[in-house]
T-cell receptor, first 112, second 112 residues
Framework: RKEVEQDPGPFNVPEGATVAFNCTYS??????FFWYRQDCRKEPKLLMS???SGNEDGRFTAQLNRASQYISLLIRDSKLSDSATYLC?????????????FGTGTSLTVIP | NAGVTQTPKFQVLKTGQSMTLQCAQD?????MSWYRQDPGMGLRLIHY???????DQGEVPNGYNVSRSTTEDFPLRLLSAAPSQTSVYFC???????????FGPGTRLTVL
């Protein structure tokens, strides 16, 4: 079973739309969760960390559901510049090496 | 700061050849890692280092060697290239105690 699973998409949405991505993780002891953004043929960059109580950064909202081992990212008022692949990342607990596990990514294209 | 730099950007090898992918960072980060990214697989950890002189294996270490003689440099050596090692390789670094990873621009490797 993969450590992190994501719907690969693609998601094609019009400008101004709201879109949500989901991710599940297998290790219930995982402590830290993140969303990274990767533009085509570029390196991944941290978009935001995901906190237990949920957190917001402008148009982006991240949620964590520990009981269901589920992470989500909501993008409101989509912009053309939001077109990218969004990677769900989970950090394993210290007793299993503090390693980062990446999902395969969800592709988003925002259409004019 | 240049951040994380990787060379070369592109490389084509024949089966059986060896080569070294270079990675350097100028942020004085303790942790450095090598990942490979393949379609449908997400980023997978090859090797990592928690400081100069200390390295450990990640999820997919076979066929690769690393060393960390300085804080700044973390080269990845392919001992005898195989077509299965065709991939995009990313180097990343982070400060100890923090979670944000900074990635280099990647090396696109093709093994014929």
């Amino acid at each position: 079973r993969k450590e992190v699973e994501q719907d690969p998409g693609p998601f094609n949405v019009p400008e101004g739309a709201t879109v949500a991505f989901n991710c599940t993780y297998s290790n219930s002891a995982s402590q830290s969760f993140f969303w990274y953004r990767q533009d085509c043929r570029k390196e991944p960059k941290l978009l935001m960390s995901v906190y237990s109580s949920g957190n917001e950064d402008g148009r982006f909202t991240a949620q964590l559901n520990r009981a269901s081992q589920y992470i989500s990212l909501l993008i409101r008022d989509s912009k053309l510049s939001d077109s990218a692949t969004y990677l769900c990342v989970v950090k394993s607990p210290p007793n299993t090496g503090n390693q980062f596990y990446f999902g395969t990514g969800t592709s988003l294209t925002v259409i004019p | 700061n240049a951040g994380v730099t990787q060379t070369p950007k592109f490389q084509v090898l024949k089966t059986g050849q060896s080569m070294t992918l270079q990675c350097a960072q100028d942020m004085n980060h303790e942790y450095m890692s090598w990942y490979r990214q393949d379609p449908g697989m997400g980023l997978r950890l090859i090797h990592y280092s928690v400081g100069a002189g200390i390295t450990d294996q990640g999820e997919v270490p076979n066929g690769y060697n690393v060393s960390r003689s300085t804080t700044e440099d973390f080269p990845l050596r392919l001992l005898s290239a195989a077509p299965s090692q065709t991939s995009v390789y990313f180097c990343a670094s982070r400060r100890g105690g923090e979670n944000e990873q900074f990635f280099g621009p990647g090396t696109r490797l093709t093994v014929l």
